[in-house]
């Protein structure tokens, strides 16, 4: 039997006395790739937040890679890139090995160095986001859409089972955006790791994730990607609060 | 000038000590600024002026006081200061720079309050508060030995650690650093080296050799590393040129110390600003 990489069993969450997630249940499972849609407010950054620890449920249980939050160590297996990514300080005097290598720092350990290993794994993320020829360069040179490919090359470093991603093309062109999912399809299907995703872009993602979950505060459908796509465009627009149009695109064009 | 040093042991102690500080000042200084917490050590090293004064006071009340060296309250006060800031942020977690100007305020009120009832350390205090090129004692020397150790200790074993929390918290939080217990031990060692430099710079001006050094090292370097080397060189710049002037014109350290760290960065900013325009006029085609 394989164990879940998230398990979220009955999470209900209230900030003060509104309530942002009401009784949530989700399994992600390996090599499985996410989408979490939902309007703004919907409550996807609360959810991202507590399976990160971040935030703790008001109740129900989490549980990742089959222990429960509070006692799992081994935080290396999950990488993170957050929507603030792309709001860092580009005033810091780092290099991009600087900050992918960074991503390692849980994994080394405490009070030890890293080792020129260490260094071969950060150029070895950075070539997988095709970056590698940037490791020397500042951070704040680069692009937004170049920055976000070096915050996933960080959550990427310490090798992750499961990459945990809120919102990461905020603030990067739509060419950039195409390209970014393409990327994220290889790490899915040739890499093996898998993803939960945060998105605002319906569209382009729900064509490449295996499984979508629709969030409004509670969970309006969880499942295959396929039966996603059979849903009438109403029930979407229903639960979403505002018409909804879904434009399916192939694969290969996102691809592209 | 090298054969004064050679000859007197308060001119040993200052110039070890500035040198040691000139290190350890900017290194911890670059951490601090980068995290953009450059007036916590503004706010210590007024708490630190607060157990200065203290002891100072207490010094003319109870014997005891009188045996024990001012700098050991003061880094005392500015490790509890340092304390309270992290407590205090705590409490307030949607305005947690007000943490640092509460702190602040208490140092100079507290301060205020042991000058007033002294009956007068005029020559001591301005020592503190300005530094002095004669008030080194080897016993200061030694403290700033003991804290430099601490301190490059620190950063070499939590180096990764430190850079991860600074460069983004959250996602240092989020990978299983445990930031709550390095950024306790952060304030503490901020504090120790307030401690050990105010006797050179002098409390009022001791948060300067922590930023300007920095302030200039991050026009220039493209790298943490360069930025921390670059800090280091700037720092012992201003230290030894702040010394000699000052020693030189008998003056109060600390004051030629900091305009001489102003001075690099305005030479560092004037440069900056030449490479720019050169490097525009390469692009539009003008030199080559």
């Not at chain 2, 074993?157 to 240092?172: G, I, T």
């Amino acid at each position: 039997m394989t164990t879940n990489l998230i398990q979220l069993d009955d999470v209900s969450f209230k900030y003060e006395q509104s309530i942002a997630l009401d009784h949530i249940s989700l399994e992600v499972g390996e090599g499985e790739f996410w989408a979490l849609i939902g309007p703004n407010g919907s409550g996807k950054s609360t959810l991202i937040n507590i399976i990160l620890g971040l935030l703790q449920p008001t109740s129900g249980s989490v549980k990742l890679f089959g222990s429960d939050i509070e006692s799992f160590k081994h935080r290396e297996r999950i990488g993170y890139v957050s929507q603030k990514s792309n709001a860092f300080n580009s005033g810091f005097p780092a290099t991009v090995l600087e900050v992918v290598r960074s991503g390692l720092t849980r994994k080394v350990g405490m009070f030890k160095s890293f080792s020129k290993k260490d260094e071969q794994r950060t150029l070895e993320a950075l070539s997988i986001v095709g970056m590698d020829s940037f490791a020397k360069r500042n951070m704040g040179e680069l692009s937004g859409g170049q920055q976000q490919r070096v915050f996933i090359a960080r959550a990427l470093a310490g090798e992750p089972e499961l990459l945990i991603m809120d919102e990461p093309t905020v603030g990067i062109d739509q060419q950039n955006v195409a390209s970014f999912y393409s990327m994220l399809n290889t790490l899915n299907r040739e890499h093996g790791i898998a993803i939960l995703l945060v998105t605002h872009e319906i569209d382009l993602v729900t064509d490449l994730a295996t499984h979508v979950a629709c969030l409004n505060r509670t969970i309006h459908f969880h499942g295959k990607q396929s039966d996603y796509k059979k849903m009438e465009d109403d029930d979407v627009s229903r639960w979403y609060g505002h018409p909804v149009r879904r434009v399916h695109q192939h694969k290969d064009e996102v691809e592209q | 000038m090298i054969n004064d040093i050679l000859s007197y042991e308060f001119l040993q102690n200052a110039f070890l000590s500035g040198l040691i500080i000139g290190i350890i000042a900017p290194l911890l200084g670059l951490f601090i600024v980068v995290r953009r917490l450059s007036l916590i050590a503004d706010a210590l090293s007024h708490v630190a002026l607060a157990g200065i004064a203290g002891s100072l006071y207490l010094s003319q009340q109870v014997l005891f006081f009188a045996a024990l060296n001012p700098v050991y309250l003061g880094i005392a006060s500015a490790v509890g200061g340092s304390l309270l800031i992290e407590k205090l942020r705590g409490a307030y977690r949607h305005y947690e720079e007000l943490a640092i100007p509460v702190i602040l305020s208490a140092g100079i009120g507290l301060g205020a309050i042991f000058i007033s009832l002294s009956e007068g350390f005029g020559s001591d205090l301005i020592g503190y508060l300005f530094g002095s090129v004669s008030a080194v004692s080897r016993q200061d020397l030694l403290v700033v030995i003991v804290i430099a150790i601490i301190v490059i200790a620190y950063i070499r074993f939590l180096y990764k650690e430190l850079f991860a929390l600074s460069f983004d918290a959250e996602y240092a939080k989020v990978s299983g650093i445990n930031s709550r217990y390095i950024q306790m031990v952060f304030m503490i060692i901020v504090a120790l080296v307030i401690g050990a430099s105010m006797r050179i710079v002098g409390i009022l001006l001791v948060s300067s050799l922590m930023t300007i050094p920095v302030a200039a090292a991050i026009q220039l370097a493209k790298s943490f590393k360069s930025a921390m080397i670059y800090s280091i060189i700037f720092g012992e710049l201003a230290v030894i040129i702040g010394l000699v002037s000052a020693y030189h014109m008998d003056i109060a350290p600390g004051g030629t110390i900091v305009i001489t760290s102003i001075v690099i960065l305005l030479v560092v900013l004037a440069w900056k600003k030449i490479q720019g325009g050169r490097n525009a006029r390469i692009v539009k085609g003008e030199l080559v």
